[in-house]
């Protein structure tokens, strides 16, 4: 079974588990916005996603003892060629203003990797900075990008949405910065670095409440929102609370990746019953 095991490593150092869990918060802003994302932007996101991650990997070089996108792996760089291309094509068929989005979001990745000035550290190396930019693309490619992309009012209810997702995208992150503590250098002053391992639980899982509550401020939201973002709640709090301080493996880089392709499919089970 050790083939199974590669495939398995290279799913995930491929960045195509991550690219999963960005489509699948896809769906879920399509369920709880009851908008209908067209499947040209779930394939233009997935495949943009792929190349996306694998350069902030490769970027970090041999640093990151963790998945850093090795030198020798060809076959990672060709598939992210290869997916860039193929979001190339698909973002040929998406609006204009969707594209525009994008390519602001792919700026902020582009200077979250690479200083903007050559005597300047990048960005990732500013703790919450860094946690802030990475909550902010994801809640813009998979909120604000469906939204622009079906010409969807940005209403009020969108930008509920919008800060849900970034606390959300903020919880998720916890897992890495506790896990990154033993290499991550003392002056990037990451959360977990100012505040210690448990005030940084509490605070995510005030985060957490907050997030929740905020779904009756929206001027519109039906019963299996609520019981799908109570379910996203309790799985978040559940995860800071029993969160290992020294993680195996994969806890972060596949189980806490799947956390939104698990919500997915339970909100996808849910409309199916109902």
Known sequence: MQWAGKIFDFYVKASIHVSLAVVSFLYLTSCFLNIRVPNILYLF?????????????QSRGGQNK?????SGDKIIRWLSVLSLVCAAYFGT???????????????????????????????????IIKILIIAFVWAGTTVLLPVIEVQHDLSWDVWIETLQRLLVILVLMVPFEIRDLSVDPNEMMTIPQRM????????????????????????EFLAYEILAKSIISLSLIGLLVWLPAKQPRYFASFWVEAFPIFWAGFLWCILKII
Do not use: E, W
């Open 196 to 219: 210690g391992i448990r005030k940084t639980r509490r605070l995510g899982i005030l985060f957490c409440l907050i997030g929740f509550l905020l779904t009756f401020m929206k001027d």
């Open 93 to 127: 068929q998406l609006t204009a203003n969707t594209m525009m989005g994008a390519l602001i979001l792919a700026v902020l990745v582009i200077f979250y990797t690479i200083p903007i000035f050559p005597s300047q550290k990048t960005l990732r190396h500013s703790g």
């Open 45 to 57: 996101i997935f495949f943009g996603t792929i190349p996306a991650y694998n350069f902030i990997k």
């Open 66 to 70: 963790y998945f850093g996108l090795l």
